[in-house]
């Protein structure tokens, strides 16, 4: 099943003949695998990636990416981190080492992932986004362009805390998550808030220090339509998988259609 | 004209032999040129580019870059732009399919502009730039480090609506324009502003929302300094060519030296 | 002493027989290493690096890297800084010309380092740090992630006036400080503020536009712990050499252990 040489890797990239990768992988040219990397089938690897990066702390665990990956030029992948099927980078995305990806993840260019980080399935993370250490961003949650996620309450300590960000809520773009702040499931944060406080489920924050101004289901999607913009999952479903989409449209206590008889 | 392969191109370069690239360009060491790329006149390519990456919507146009480009490292452009003549970017420079880039326009540094926007002519980005899809900024305007232009209203959606930063006006470090919005001509944004209402022509938008202040015409260059510091083509002309500079010199009704017996 | 090729070069490195090079520093594939460059012994340099870039001003001077310099992937410094030992970086760090860059400095991930800074001995910047051209960071600063220093009051402008940040002074992350403004010894600047006043030494900036809150050895580790969090010296020094740490606990009059009979 593994090969480590196949025709898609470009023979401009460097493969270390520890890596494991699926005999249908493309590797683009001046891109390098260290032995440390294990690489699913139908991965599509851009040129000048570096993967399987040594961990500084001497982690030697290996960097797993699963199935049909996406992964775009100049993005570093470390050693140690464990990436779920239908990954997929913009350019120049660093994910350090322990991170646990999950599935069909997406993460915009130049977005820093530390390490020791969670981002559950289906996140997405848009441009120029940041998470430090230790945070965890749950399922179908969204961080947009420049968002920053933080650890420290009092640089620099060793008393780290990571923030969370819960499912379906979307952080937008500038927003800063101050340390051990939760943003609670379907809550929205606006655009250059600084969170200090923990955001309620379906509840809106806003502004420089962020206050909860009201609920997430208040905002219309346009002035003149009555529709409600958030839960997002009841209008937007680009890019997730059908059986996704269709487990949102059931009511909560709607079995799955299979189940129908 | 066109030749595939030059003196200038670097051993250790990669490009296609459909790409059109001008005999006298220099490609550097370690980048990619895809077939979907048209190189003009004098163009200098630094190190570890890539130059006509695929859109990921099938797109097939090619990129067409004009004379004179001074591209620096690890940039990325996409097939289905078209980029002035004497464009500059810093280094690991994005630009996506089908945006349209002026004449004599820069990029700074880490820059990341997303698909279908638009950047007139002698447009200037700084450093860590984020232009949005559908963006407008028009000739002569200015961004400053790390500014970030959105489209989303309601993120994620499918109702984008990009902002459009006007002629000769000055977006400082740190600020966020938000979706729809319109920043006049001559008008000035101040540092980490984040604007959610439109600035008329000439005005000055400070603060966390942003707010109108005065006019742009009462900042003064220094504090012991009358000379007004906008509009700012009145006293800054480094980088632009002379005939730019010429027609800032006269009067809106004056007419072009050329036409003066 | 010096060497131009060693076995520690990588074959898909590209050095310069001009650049001098110690013979146990490792270069990376893809790496490039150009003739205005001098690496001190046991540099060790990561894949696709640019060192020793020529400054877009014409300035010849050289790149000087100290020893033990520790540069990962993607990263460009130009030609014209000099970098003292002890130096380390992530990815995609850039530091332009002229820059004087102290021992023991780190700098993050994606960060940007202009011309003509001042990065004194053991300064830590974080991920996605920008700073502009004529701005000082002395010793044992921290600047957090996303945080910005400027130097332009009216950009754009040939008045540029940077900032600089006092020993061992903290920017939280995502701060931005205004041309001119000195950030004092000890102060600490909170996340996300936008600071347009001197900050006292040992004093608390917040907000947007930052005021002075109060002293920062009011601020505790923890808030059920009675330990002050700044002056950090007192409980952070993971990465510092075992002297400097020493020097820290000394009293500000009492001798070096050395001179103690």
Known sequence: MWSQFTMAISPDARVSPQARVAPDADIGPFSIVHGST???????????CELGHAA????QSVLVIGARALIRS?????AGSSIGDDFETGHRVTVRERTRVGLGVR???SSDVQGDCVLEDYVRLHSGVFVAKLCAVRQFAWLMPNVTLTNDPTPP???LRGCEVGERAVVAAGALVLPGVTIGAD????AKACVGIDVPPGMVALGVPARITGKASGVRLRADDPQAAYPWIGHFHRGYPQDVVESWKRKPNEPERSDVP
């Open 38 to 48: 294990v690489i699913g089938p139908g991965a599509r690897i851009g040129s000048h």
């Open 56 to 59: 500084p702390d001497g982690d």
């Open 74 to 78: 100049h993005s570093v992948l470390y």
């Open 107 to 109: 993460i915009g260019t």
């Open 157 to 159: 300590s060793e008393n």
């Open 187 to 190: 809550a929205l944060v606006g």
